[in-house]
């Protein structure tokens, strides 16, 4: 059963400042999945391609968030990356080839088969329509609350899938 509580992990969560545009966001994501040997060669230039084909910013009634990723070849092992930003920067919206949004969060999938990120995304859309958690996502500001408010939204779903 693939949960999206498996692909979290505490070293993949950032609080970053970004003081250019969008693709000084990915060279940094890059970076950090790179030191931590979570991607293969070509991720970044895959991503970035990706994101400006396919956009995946997504204005939610309580925060502005993306969901960037690429083709599993690019994938050694899974994860979602979470990464809030200090300032928002520039992200298309998902379904559009030119409105653009100022997003705050972002969560960047890795994923080694199709069906996972499906599932992610499913648990991903519940949480960005549960108001209380967006809130707490918009004013967290350091990476361990930022990790437990997302980790305890899935583990709840989990309970509550299962009864």
């Known amino acids: 059963m693939v949960l999206a509580t498996n692909y979290l992990n505490e070293e993949l ?3 970053l400042t970004i003081e250019g545009d ?3 966001y990915f060279e940094k994501v ?3 999945l790179n030191q931590l040997d979570y991607i293969e060669d070509g991720y970044l230039d895959a991503i970035i391609e990706r994101e400006k084909e396919y956009p ?3 204005q939610t009634p309580f925060l ?3 969901i960037p990723h690429t083709d599993p070849e690019f994938i ?3 994860f979602i990356y979470l990464v809030k930003l200090k300032s928002p920067i520039t992200f298309g919206q998902m379904g559009t080839t030119d409105t653009k949004i100022q997003v705050d969060c972002t969560f960047v999938l890795g994923m080694e088969k199709g069906e996972e990120q499906l599932v992610i995304l499913q648990s991903l859309m519940k949480m960005f329509s549960n108001e209380e ?3 707490k996502l918009r004013t967290v500001n350091n990476e361990r609350d930022f990790y437990q408010t997302v980790r305890f939204f899935f583990e709840k779903n989990i309970k509550e899938e299962k009864r």
Do not use: C, F, S
């Open 64 to 66: 502005a968030v993306a």
């Open 22 to 24: 969008q693709e000084e």
């Open 76 to 78: 050694k092992k899974p």
């Open 30 to 32: 890059y970076e950090k």
């Open 56 to 58: 995946t910013g997504l």
């Open 13 to 15: 969560v950032d609080i």
């Open 133 to 135: 958690v967006m809130n």
